[in-house]
């Protein structure tokens, strides 16, 4: 117990840290995790490198030499000035960039390149006297002819095609550059010299033709022109030969105003037709229409002013005056009082005949008179009419002979007009024309275009051995990371949590920082808050807290699980509760002797024989921590001891005195002890070291426990970079923190974990 020492409990939180999957690891814990893999597989790394720079080298440093690159240039001016304005120009360049991408083109055309050859044959340039015999074969192949001009051509086309010379409008400039690159400086001067001088040549001869060719087309154009502009004159001349005048606009006008005269005339005289037409058709149709109001008024009259009818509503009168009398003196049954009445009766009768046979003589008198009124004004109408049908036949026998003179002259004057803009049309295009020679003419004695920049000189010296110096050692440096990496891969060993989740399957319970990742004075408080992690995992596991009985073991030896065994119950106890540690391997006990427990007490053997009481051997580490230790001296057999009933009956008469009891047992993979105590407790917890648990032997372990129906409550990984454990990010908590180092003393002297010396235990890896 002496090489333990006390540390400062801190509170456990309530949450849980998940089980399934490791958070990702930031980037600087990446690069540690890198570093960590070189480290782990330097040798390799070492070797790949050394090989790949070797022979790498030695390829670059005797096979390459250093290339010059000569260079020429031709200019292309994009605008020129005006020679009689001065002003600036772009002439026939209206895509200056596509215009000296066709120039680059023509410099590389076959005309320029056999110019170029022709004048080289004979110079003796090793550029052409080195081809290679497979060059030669491609020439006589391609071109069937082996005559040295043609072998020269040939040679330029290759090296034109391979990249050797390159000709390309430099970037942002009026620049067109011929580019060789060659270990012979001097031959690649005269090469691209040629190359200037040839295209000047080709490009003179050219230009002059093309403006020549140009004038002579202008020329041609500009007679053509004259010739249709002396036939346009004279057609126009006899048009207006006949008026005397070429302008007819004043007369078009007169005609139109006679003409629109003319037809408001007209207009008129068809309303005055139309007028009378109505009036006789209306006189036609009052024959059988009913009679005026005025003709009844004077028919009334008439009737009242006959003298018979007069002198019978005299009797009438008297009569009724008569009757009336009678009426008041006699009854009305009184013959005489009849009588009267009758011959009243009679008298209106009489009275009304003579009335209808009056009306009946007006109206055949006014009838006479109606029909003579009506024949008289209908008879002046229709003459009326005549003459106004007559009078607009003529109208419109003059309005068709004006409208006719009109629309000729109209037809003159539009024929001659489209002559006129014809001719001023060929007119325009006739001085179009001749300023276009003109300025053709006053263009030649203007620079030219295109121009000598610079004649051929050294650019650029590479020497590309450098550079692919550089890159071999970055892509040996690549190819030895890469080897290094791919023989990790293919290492069977779990170096980290990640690979048991990934690759296992099985719940990770928490881990435990490698001592070779953290610093010293950080370490006590990273691992305090480990064992932190798993304490509150296991307590929080499928909602039922931490089991009393738990068996810690792991797949093979040296994969921590003795030592993890004692830190868990020493902070298990610094927590409060009352912990059991057993020793149950007993074929390798260390648990007694890390502890420094009394070699007396540690009688593990006698007591699952029965030949000690537990209680008289337990040792008391600290408080509530206590232990049953074995050791080696009973040459029991420890599987037949673990097989015995009173083995699982002392177990949970154990587990029924302590808040836990934890189980150290033998590997699982070694021996079968192991899968006994997993049985009798029920639960278990695997330890596995990074770097040298395997992900076979976990696998292993975990389906026989499974075959036993054995609960596994997850795995606990040892010396994991800090980079991936649950509380990464505490160490640079901590770290960035600025604690003085009294303050470190103070709060990280002391250490939960035992000491990480191999020397100690045979059987386990340490944690740290």
Not at 71 to 76: E, F, K, N, P, S
Not at 639 to 664: F, G, K, R, S
Request: hydrophobic share 40%.
């Amino acid at each position: 117990m002496d090489d333990l020492t006390k540390y400062e409990d801190e509170v456990l939180g309530p949450n849980m840290t998940g089980f399934a999957q490791m958070p990702e690891v930031a980037g600087t814990s990446a690069f540690d995790m890198i570093a960590s893999v070189l480290l782990r597989r330097w040798r390799t790394a070492l070797i790949v490198f050394s090989l790949i720079c070797g022979i790498g080298l030695s390829v670059i440093w005797l096979g390459i030499s250093p290339a010059y690159e000569v260079t020429g240039a031709i200019r292309v001016a994009p605008i020129l000035s005006n020679i009689l304005t001065g002003e600036a120009d772009r002439g026939e360049v209206s895509n200056y960039q596509s215009f000296m991408n066709t120039q680059a083109e023509m410099m590389t055309s076959t005309q320029v390149i056999q110019r170029v050859a022709d004048d080289l044959t004979g110079k003796n340039l090793s550029f052409f006297e080195n081809m290679s015999s497979d060059m030669v074969d491609i020439i006589e192949h391609k071109f069937g002819s082996t005559s040295k001009n043609t072998d020269y051509a040939a040679c330029l086309k290759m090296a034109i095609n391979n990249g050797v010379i390159v000709v390309a409008p430099a970037k942002y400039t009026e620049l067109i550059k011929i580019t060789m690159e060659s270990g012979k400086p001097e031959e690649s001067r005269v090469i691209v010299d040629t190359f200037i001088r040839a295209y000047m040549a080709i490009e003179g001869l050219r230009s002059t033709q093309d403006e020549d060719q140009t004038l002579d087309v202008l020329e041609a154009k500009r007679r053509t022109l004259a010739e249709k502009l002396q036939g346009h004159r004279e057609a126009i001349r006899q048009l207006a030969q006949e008026y005397g005048t070429e302008s007819l606009d004043t007369r078009q006008n007169m005609m139109l105003e006679g003409v629109s005269s003319i037809l408001s005339e007209l207009t008129r005289v068809e309303s005055q037709r139309i007028s009378l037409e109505s009036r006789i058709q209306q006189l036609n149709e009052q024959k059988d229409s009913a009679m005026p109001d005025e003709w009844l008024k004077q028919r009334t009259e008439y009737i009242n002013s006959d003298p018979t009818v007069q002198e019978v509503i005299r009797n009438v009168v008297r009569l009724e005056q008569d009757l009336m009398i009678a009426r008041q003196t006699m009854k009305p049954e009184n013959p005489i009082l009849q009588q009267k009445e009758e011959f009243l009766d009679s008298f209106k009768k009489r009275l009304e005949e003579k009335r209808e046979e009056v009306g009946k003589n007006f109206d055949a008198m006014m009838d006479q008179e109606v029909t003579q009124a009506r024949s008289n004004e209908l008879l002046k109408i229709q003459n009326e009419l005549d003459m106004v049908v007559a009078y607009e036949k003529r109208l419109r026998e003059k309005l068709d002979t004006e409208d006719e003179k009109a629309i000729e002259m109209g037809r003159k004057q539009l024929k001659i007009k489209d002559m006129e803009y014809q001719y001023q049309l060929d007119e325009d295009m006739y001085d179009t024309v001749m300023r276009r020679i003109q300025t053709l003419e006053m263009e030649r004695k203007r620079p030219a275009r295109v121009s000598v920049a610079y004649h051929a000189d050294i650019a650029s010296i590479r020497d590309k051995r450098i550079k692919y110096t550089f890159a071999l050692a970055f892509m040996a440096l690549v190819g030895a990371m890469g080897v290094a990496f791919l023989k990790d891969k293919t290492d069977p060993s779990l170096q980290s949590p990640e690979d048991i989740v990934n690759r296992i399957g099985i719940r990770l319970i928490g881990t435990t920082t490698s001592p070779r990742t953290i610093k010293k004075a950080f370490l006590p408080r990273q691992l305090t808050e480990d064992y932190q992690t798993i304490r509150a995992n296991l307590g929080l596991l499928d909602g039922g807290g931490m089991p009393k009985k738990l068996v810690v073991t792991s797949p093979g030896m040296r994969d921590g699980k003795t030592t993890f065994s004692v830190n868990l119950a020493t902070s298990l106890s610094r927590a409060g509760k009352k912990v059991l540690l057993i020793d149950a391997d007993m074929r390798k006990p260390d648990i007694g002797r890390l502890l420094n427990v009394p070699k007396d007490t540690r009688r593990l053997q006698d007591v699952l024989m029965g030949h000690v009481p537990a209680e008289s051997v337990l040792a008391v580490v600290s408080p509530g921590l206590h232990v049953l230790s074995a050791d080696m001296r009973n040459s029991v057999d420890p599987y037949e001891l673990l097989v015995l009933p009173e083995t699982a009956e002392l177990i949970n008469v154990l587990a029924e005195q302590y808040d836990h009891v934890i189980i150290d047992t033998p590997p699982v993979l070694a021996f079968p002890d192991a899968l006994i105590l997993a049985k009798i407790s029920g639960a278990v917890i695997l330890t596995s070291f990074a770097g040298h648990t395997t992900g076979p032997d976990l696998k292993e372990t975990k389906d026989r426990l499974t075959q036993i129906d054995v609960k596994i409550l997850g795995t606990v990984m040892s010396n994991v970079h800090v980079g991936h454990t649950y509380y990464r990010y505490g160490y640079n908590y901590y770290s960035q923190g600025g604690r003085t180092n009294k303050n470190r003393r103070r709060h990280g002297a002391d250490t939960l974990l035992l000491p990480s010396d191999k020397s100690k235990e045979d059987t386990d890896q340490p944690t740290s």
